[in-house]
């Protein structure tokens, strides 16, 4: 199972391109958009928030770190001065592993501690990146031209607290596709067109078609 983009503004993109390394127990380096329209105002009004959950500033010119929270670091933070991430541990927003295959829209695989999420038949709750259920086995898998990590390395290295990253042996295809009909074990199965994209394509058929009427094609 995994969880996508929320498909009122955050819709995970169709994507293909290559998985290249693997980073367990990451930072997360909270998007420009995400801490000016949601982290900011809750840390102005939550102030405890900040230590609760782990989080840090680090300058955009340099990279140093800094745990002190002060209104006007927040305010840094909305002009481009400073930007917000997440230090690894349980409360850390990627979990304890995430795959990376580079991409314009800056979208990746992760876990999350937020599991229960996954039971729901309705899973499109995240900023657009893919959670997925079993990271372990997938991260197997993409590893598996990487003869020295083993099943059991690779879930060492998850309980980790430092960040650490292995580059795959050979990359690995990512295609994110969008589909609402599946054939799963001989039956057919119809699910809903949470994004619209097949809305969107009958319009641009019927559009298309008619314009062909038109032409007397």
Not at 70 to 92: E, H, M, S, T, Y
């Amino acid at each position: 199972k995994v969880i996508v983009g929320n498909a009122l503004d955050t819709r995970t993109p169709l994507i293909n391109e290559a998985m290249r390394r693997i980073e367990f127990n990451p930072h997360w380096n909270v998007p420009a958009s995400i801490a000016r329209a949601e982290l900011v105002p809750r840390l102005r009004r939550d102030p405890a928030y900040w230590t609760r959950e782990g989080f840090e500033f680090v300058a955009t010119a340099g990279g140093a770190a800094d745990r002190v929270l002060d209104a006007g670091k927040l305010q840094a933070v909305l002009a481009g001065a400073l930007r917000i991430r997440q230090r690894p541990g349980p409360r850390n927003a990627l979990g304890d592993i995430k795959f990376v295959f580079p991409n314009r829209e800056s979208i990746y695989l992760h876990h999350t501690p937020s599991v229960g999420l996954f039971e729901r038949a309705r899973r499109d709750f995240s900023h657009g990146c893919i959670r997925v259920e079993q990271p372990l086995a997938l991260a197997a898998f993409a590893l598996h031209d990487n003869s020295d990590w083993s099943e059991a390395r690779i879930a060492a290295a998850m309980t980790q607290r430092e960040p650490s990253t292995v580059t795959l042996a050979s990359p690995v295809p990512v295609l994110i596709a969008y589909g609402t009909a599946l054939v799963k074990d001989g039956r057919l199965h119809f699910f809903e067109d949470i994004y619209g994209h097949d809305r969107a394509l009958d319009a641009a058929l019927r559009h298309a078609k008619a314009r062909s009427k038109q032409a007397g094609v």
